[in-house]
């Protein structure tokens, strides 16, 4: 059964970029029917898909925030990352690196879901 | 502001049956995209309730059901218990914006 699990800084400061990392265990990355995903939840709210990556590297972002977000994988390392620059206090969420599902049943629903990581831009 | 609409709260008594809507637009739901709903417990990460519309992943009762149509979809729970007392939201894919959307969420109570 595959698991995600988000690592990195809680606590960022405004203008810098905050860097998470999300390691993907039970399965490859390179393997299967899958994008690897970023969303986030703001306090108290609802959830923002942020970006995703396939294994060949190809990407798609949400456009409200394309302009600060790069996505990465690491096949070697079975990890895809998040880097958000020029953050502000609009920024403090828990995020959450998902599996995207395209197969045809789970046509890009979300079947796997990290813990989620806890970041404060303070 | 979501790309797709829910309430933001419904709630019902034990037992009685309850629906929580999900309006889009031709470039999602109305588009024929899947739609997939989520149940997210207070401070865990949201679980995959419903997806393909309609279907239920393994462990998910029988009492809970999915349906589209048009630019809407809906999900509703019938035999409410305190259990499904949760947040939920629906998903889709978005062909403007080549990536995910989400439903603002509908805050479940049992009264």
């Known amino acids: 059964q595959v698991q995600l699990q988000e690592s990195g800084p809680g606590l960022v400061k405004p203008s810098q970029t905050l860097s998470l990392t999300c390691s993907v265990s039970g399965g490859s990355i390179s393997r299967g029917t899958y994008y690897y995903s970023w969303t986030r939840q703001h306090p108290g709210r609802g959830l923002e898909w942020i970006g995703y990556?396939?294994?060949?590297?190809?990407?798609s972002y949400n456009p409200s925030l394309k302009s600060r977000v790069i996505i990465s994988v690491d096949i070697s390392k079975n990890q895809f990352s998040l880097r958000l620059s020029s953050v502000t206090v609009a920024d403090t969420a828990i995020y959450f690196c998902t599996r995207v599902d395209t197969s045809n049943a789970l046509y890009f629903g979300v079947d796997v879901w990290g813990q989620g990581a806890t970041v404060t831009v303070s | 502001q979501s790309v797709l609409t829910q309430p933001p709260s419904v709630s019902g008594a034990p037992g009685q049956r309850v629906t929580i809507s999900c309006t889009g637009t031709s470039s999602n739901i109305g588009a024929g995209y899947a739609v997939h709903w989520y149940q997210q417990l207070p401070g865990t990460a949201p679980k995959l309730f419903i997806y393909?519309?309609?279907n239920r992943p393994s462990g998910v009762p029988d009492r809970i059901s999915g349906s589209k149509s048009g630019t809407s979809a809906t999900l509703a729970i019938t035999g409410l218990q305190a259990e499904d007392e949760a947040d939920y939201y629906c998903?889709?894919?978005?062909?403007?914006?080549?990536?995910?959307?989400f439903g603002g969420g509908t805050k479940l109570t049992v009264l």
């Open positions: 998903q889709s894919y978005d062909s403007s914006l080549s990536g995910v959307i």
């Open positions: 393909g519309d309609f």
């Open positions: 990556i396939y294994n060949s590297g190809r990407t």
